[in-house]
């Protein structure tokens, strides 16, 4: 039940053209290309979630990135980003192997539901708050279908006031290791393992691992 419900949903996002800014951006994106994947076809369409539709695990992140997701058509796939995550996520349980670069290299979840607050690279990784607005639709629709979920990791001040603003979380600050039980669900809060973070030192590797070792001492 719960796998078509996922199924019908990312249709509905794959279709999506809610955003003209953002459609327009990831086709002129796919048509000018980087020169390190010019011979590569680009997705250059919204992104659906992916993962086990039984998950104990949410993780929610900010957006496609334009040469990652965008290009290969897999969140978190095919960029540094994913390169820190599906290497955190295997070495706590929650992937089949720790590289993520291409949507048929073998990477699955285990337990672990990977989606984004936005659906679409924006520019400069910057949407707009109607953009955010508009998408949020999906991330709801998400946490209704995926309701196994018993922590939520956001990558991000983007995703968690997104997921703050759903919940109708009241109070609650965005810093790094922040750790509170909402309902029925435990929020965890993380920066994102964008290499504005990760090659400044702001997210160090142990303090990233911290959080994903956390989320499986709770989801179990």
């Known amino acids: 039940m719960k796998q078509s419900q996922i199924s019908i949903l990312n249709h509905k996002i794959i279709r999506c053209k809610k955003c003209p800014r953002l459609a327009k951006y990831i086709r002129n994106v796919a048509a000018k290309k980087v020169r390190r994947y010019r011979q590569e076809k680009y997705w250059a369409m919204p992104l659906s979630g992916f993962g086990d539709p039984s998950a104990r695990l949410l993780i929610i992140g900010l957006a496609p990135a334009a040469h990652g997701g965008n290009r290969t058509g897999r969140m978190f796939t095919g960029d540094s980003s994913g390169d820190w995550l599906a290497k955190v996520l295997f070495d706590n349980g929650f992937a089949t ?21 936005v659906r679409c690279a924006p520019p400069d990784n910057k949407p707009t708050r109607q953009e955010i607005n508009t998408c949020s639709e999906f991330l709801m629709q998400e946490l209704m279908i995926l309701n196994n979920v018993k922590v939520i990791v956001c990558l991000g001040k983007i995703a968690f006031d997104t997921l703050r603003q759903l919940l109708g979380i009241k109070g609650g600050r965005f810093f790094h290791g922040n750790c509170f039980p909402h309902n029925n669900k435990v929020i965890l809060v993380s920066y994102h393992p964008s290499r504005q973070n990760t090659q400044t030192g702001r997210l160090n590797w142990d303090d990233w691992n911290k959080i994903f070792q956390r989320a499986r001492t709770i989801s179990g």
């Open 97 to 117: 192997k720790p590289t993520s670069q291409k949507i048929d290299d073998g990477f699955s979840l285990i337990n672990a539901y990977i989606t984004a607050a």
